[in-house]
């Protein structure tokens, strides 16, 4: 009996140990993944602490950089596009002849300027005049075989039908003297329109045809300007009605112009709208095909912020720019906005009044001390 209870210790015991041991690998196992994770975050929380330590020292030791500022000041700024446009005169009329024969005297020159009605060119008129005299006694023996017939037809000795034929006749002929004497004008040119010659194609002596072109007549009071809009750009125009036009060969003389029409229809190849400018040229410093850059104002923001382009950073996808705050820098995220040639609108981030660095601002690093040499009030300070 005490043997078989020694016998059944001795099998427990052995099964203890056998348990024991089986467990000990995945103790062990256990016991290291503790023993790591607490030397992985000393290391971490280590290596936090030298990083700060580093911060600290570079601070320290990075000298003074000396920069420049601008206090932020509401100002005007617009998202405005400059377009290409030729000048061309508000009216150019070719004057034609209306009836064909020998030029007897030029009245005018190229450069003279004429009022509707004035004499540019007369014909030799003999030949019509001889034909207008010719109807015109046509017409008046018609108008006396008329007159005796409608006596006799009253006494009835003419009958209805001569009377009419003679009506018709007479009426035949006054239209025949009047289309003559309406070519024996014709033989006068006058001006249809007032304005300039710029082109005479005749001269005297000369035998024009009906239709041959004897000048060109120009209104150049006012001049049209033609530029073309993208397609882009036709909504924003639409809505406009005032424009400043640049005329380089007039030393980049600026004018104001204003809307005349805007085409419904793209030009088939350019693919652009076509917009004409109505601009007063009194003076008449303006000639026509000059070449202007049209100035379109698409959107205005009275009272925005602006920076200087090269004053803003991107850095890891974010858009930042640096602030000076006590002698120290400090980075801020923006939001950009609308852009004037090298100025930016700033819609988020910043607020008016803060120092912001433009010249420096790409050696400074975040709650560095700076050294500020010079601080600007506006914008334009930065190009004096």
């Given amino acids: 009996m005490e043997k078989q209870i020694i016998a059944e210790r001795e099998t427990s015991a052995r099964k203890w140990l056998r348990r024991i041991w089986g467990a000990l690998p995945s103790l062990f196992l256990t016991a290291l993944i503790v023993v790591v994770v607490m030397l992985f975050g000393r290391i971490q929380s280590e290596s936090k602490i030298l990083e700060?330590?580093?911060?600290?020292?570079m601070r320290q030791k990075q000298p003074d950089v000396n920069v420049v500022t601008l206090e932020l000041a509401p100002a005007p700024i617009r998202d405005r596009i400059n377009l290409p446009g030729i000048t061309q005169p508000w009216v150019k009329l070719d004057v034609l002849t209306e009836v064909s024969g020998k030029v007897?005297?030029?009245?005018?020159?190229?450069?003279?300027?004429?009022?509707?009605?004035?004499?540019?060119?007369?014909?030799?008129?003999?030949?019509?005049?001889?034909?207008?005299?010719?109807?015109?006694?046509?017409?008046?023996?018609?108008?006396?075989?008329?007159?005796?017939?409608?006596?006799?037809?009253?006494?009835?000795?003419?009958?209805?039908?001569?009377?009419?034929?003679?009506?018709?006749?007479?009426?035949?002929?006054?239209?025949?003297?009047?289309?003559?004497?309406?070519?024996?004008?014709?033989?006068?040119?006058?001006?249809?329109?007032?304005?300039?010659?710029?082109?005479?194609?005749?001269?005297?002596?000369?035998?024009?045809?009906?239709?041959?072109?004897?000048?060109?007549?120009?209104?150049?009071?006012?001049?049209?300007?033609?530029?073309?809009?993208?397609?882009?750009?036709?909504?924003?125009?639409?809505?406009?009605?005032?424009?400043?036009?640049?005329?380089?060969?007039?030393?980049?003389?600026?004018?104001?112009?204003?809307?005349?029409?805007?085409?419904?229809?793209?030009?088939?190849?350019?693919?652009?709208?076509?917009?004409?400018?109505?601009?007063?040229?009194?003076?008449?410093e303006i000639l026509p095909d000059m070449f202007a850059r049209v100035e379109i104002v698409k959107k205005e923001v009275p009272e925005g912020l602006s920076l200087p382009l090269y004053s803003i950073i991107t850095r890891n996808n974010e858009t930042i720019v640096y602030v000076c705050k006590d002698n120290k820098s400090y980075s801020r995220k923006i939001v950009t906005g609308l852009q004037e040639g090298w100025r930016v609108e700033i819609t988020q981030g910043l607020d008016a009044g803060e120092q912001v660095i433009v010249v420096g601002q790409r050696s400074v690093n975040d709650d560095q001390t700076v050294n500020v040499v010079r601080r600007l009030k506006s914008i334009e300070e930065l190009v004096k």
């Fill in 52 to 57: 700060e330590q580093k911060k600290t020292q």
């Fill in 104 to 284: 007897a005297k030029k009245a005018v020159e190229e450069g003279n300027s004429v009022r509707k009605g004035d004499v540019i060119a007369v014909f030799d008129s003999r030949d019509y005049q001889n034909a207008y005299n010719s109807l015109k006694a046509l017409y008046q023996a018609a108008s006396a075989t008329l007159t005796r017939l409608e006596k006799l037809h009253e006494g009835q000795l003419a009958t209805r039908s001569q009377l009419d034929d003679a009506r018709a006749q007479a009426e035949n002929y006054r239209a025949s003297m009047d289309t003559a004497e309406l070519n024996l004008e014709r033989c006068t040119l006058r001006a249809p329109i007032s304005g300039l010659i710029n082109r005479l194609y005749i001269d005297n002596g000369q035998f024009l045809n009906h239709a041959d072109k004897v000048a060109e007549i120009l209104q150049i009071g006012q001049i049209k300007v033609r530029v073309g809009i993208p397609e882009s750009d036709v909504d924003a125009v639409r809505n406009l009605e005032d424009f400043n036009i640049k005329i380089d060969a007039l030393n980049g003389k600026i004018f104001s112009a204003k809307k005349y029409f805007l085409s419904r229809t793209a030009d088939t190849e350019a693919r652009l709208y076509n917009l004409d400018l109505a601009v007063d040229n009194a003076g008449g």
